[in-house]
């Protein structure tokens, strides 16, 4: 019956399409992007901060073979280096919601990207040379 009155309404939703001209594309128009992330260094901290995590985010996928390989670990191991990110993200906004950044927070997020940056490629590293 809900399926129903929900058709019904949807069909009485009158759809306008507007027919939008684009402007001729120019360098200006192209670097555009480039220009807004110069004016605004926040969105560029931003777009960094998610180039790393993105990046380098997928070591969580090694997690099983560090505990099982290297750590020669079980399940209980796997379950604890899985709740670490979470636990850090959780002592992290403890920390900053009694201790906020005043100054330098741009300093402070490219810190902890570098930081976070080089404990993946140590942990990763770490991983090569057990192999070997």
């Known amino acids: ?9 949807l069909s009485s939703i009158k759809i306008e399409q507007v027919v939008r001209t684009r402007p001729p594309l120019t360098l200006e128009s ?3 992007g480039i220009a807004f992330i110069r004016r605004k260094p926040v969105i560029l901290g931003t777009l960094s901060l998610d180039l790393f995590a ?11 073979v560090f505990a099982r390989d290297i750590l020669h670990a079980g399940l209980w191991a796997l379950g604890l280096l899985h709740a670490a990110p ?5 002592t992290g906004s403890i ?9 330098r927070a741009g300093t402070a997020l490219f810190g ?19 192999f070997r």
Do not use: D, E, N
């Open 95 to 103: 920390y900053l919601a009694h201790f906020p950044l005043r100054q």
């Open 30 to 32: 192209l670097f555009s």
């Open 1 to 9: 019956m809900a399926f129903i009155g929900a058709a019904v309404v």
């Open 54 to 64: 993105v990046l380098l985010g997928g070591a969580t996928a090694l997690l099983p």
């Open 86 to 90: 979470a636990v850090g993200v959780l």
């Open 112 to 130: 902890g990207v570098i930081a976070f940056s080089i404990a993946t490629l140590c942990s990763g590293y770490r991983g090569i040379c057990t």
